[in-house]
């Protein structure tokens, strides 16, 4: 039986409202960015990320209905993001979503944000075979996991520190650029020198774990030097830089995993899977080894409710709802997927 599910995503700074049948056909997908709000800050305030969520979200629904030409009466299910992410910015979609299920009377679905980047990938192929591997790279999350099966996880390794992202976002702070800092390096790194400097790659007990504060910091000793030195900062040439030691931890310990657990799938997911780079990378090792690659569009890759919608229905499949006891949690463990 076909099931129609509207998806509601507020983890951050991207309020967004999906319709999703059977975790593949979208047919309806909108987000409200605050980014523009937030640039002004150098980063997302958690307050008024909140109010912003607030002012869209019944909005977002109504012309979520619009774009897919259905009523209320014709979603089946309500999935909603209840963690990890802002405490204050989960609330609004998990009330909102729990006031929506109670009133059109059908039942409510909690998705764990990184499920919901991991099925960004189902949702533009639902054909993917499982076991794979999944390399989540976003703002909060550094992850290589292993899908056994839908709903069957086990983490490899995570970042001891800062994410990938979020260490993107604080190194093109400090080289002056605006939040958020990925696209923006990812910009740089066309035009500037990768080789220019040699940033260095943390070394693990779990060679599957990340660190990235090591090298934001060696950045910044990097830019502090050249400073006192009076020497020019080529900006270009240390984004570059930066970007080159982040996607080769990124690749050397995926790649790593891929051939020790021998897996022949790799699916990328989250913000950082827009990096052109690391897609470039990961595609490249992928058809030299034998490995099916697959990643989201990039409209997929960042915060969207499209990939919750597509999470929603594999838990909906295997006959997960949640009830109206459903709270936001900030720190939602990655047990709990
Ligand atoms: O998944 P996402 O939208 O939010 C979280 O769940 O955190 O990821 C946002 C992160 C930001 O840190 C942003 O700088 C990064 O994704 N990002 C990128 C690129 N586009 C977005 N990082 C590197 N290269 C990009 N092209
Ligand atoms: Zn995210």
């Known amino acids: 039986m076909s099931l129609t599910i509207l998806a509601i995503e507020s983890s951050c700074d991207d309020t967004g409202v999906a319709i999703v049948r059977d975790g593949k056909d979208l047919l309806a997908n909108v987000v409200s960015s605050q980014i523009q709000i937030h640039q002004k800050f150098g980063g997302v305030v958690p307050e008024v990320a909140s109010r912003e969520h607030l002012t869209y ?19 089946d299910l309500v999935a909603v993001t209840y963690g990890p992410g802002l405490v204050g910015a989960l609330l609004v979609g998990v009330s909102t979503a729990k006031a929506l299920a109670y009133a059109i009377k059908k039942p409510l679905l909690g998705i764990h944000h990184i499920e919901g980047h991991i099925y960004a990938n189902f949702l533009a192929h639902p ?4 076991p794979a591997l999944c390399l989540v790279v976003s703002g909060g999350h550094t992850n290589i996991i292993k899908i056994n099966r839908h709903g069957e996880y086990l983490s490899l ?3 001891r520190d800062d994410a ?8 093109a702070r400090a080289l002056g650029l605006p939040y958020p800092g990925g696209p923006e ?37 990097y830019l502090n030097q050249e400073k006192m030195k009076n020497r020019p900062i080529e900006v270009p040439d240390v984004a570059a830089s930066f970007q080159m030691a982040v996607v080769k931890a990124l690749c050397e310990k995926t790649f790593l ?10 699916l990328l997911a989250g913000g950082v899977a827009a990096n052109s780079q690391l897609r470039e990378s990961l595609a490249k090792g992928c058809a030299e ?17 499209a ?4 999470a929603a229905y594999y838990k909906a499949q295997a006959g997960q709802v949640s009830d109206l006891t459903l709270n936001a949690h900030a720190q939602l463990p990655f047990s709990t997927l």
């Open 307 to 310: 990939m919750i919608g597509a």
């Open 257 to 266: 995993a891929l051939e020790n657990e021998q897996m022949s799938t790799l």
């Open 164 to 171: 990938a992202g979020e260490a993107f976002d604080k190194v």
């Open 289 to 305: 080894r034998g490995i099916q690659f697959y990643c989201p569009p990039m409209a997929y890759c960042t915060d969207n409710a």
């Open 127 to 130: 054909d993917i075979r499982l």
């Open 185 to 221: 390096i990812d910009r740089l790194f066309k035009v500037g020198n990768p080789e220019a400097i040699t940033f260095p790659i943390a070394k693990l007990d779990n060679p599957y774990d990340f660190s990235f504060s090591g090298l934001k910091s060696a950045v910044l000793n």
């Open 57 to 75: 979200i019944n909005r977002l629904i109504d012309k979520a209905l619009e774009e897919a030409a259905l009523s209320y009466q014709d979603i």
């Open 157 to 159: 390794g995570q970042t």
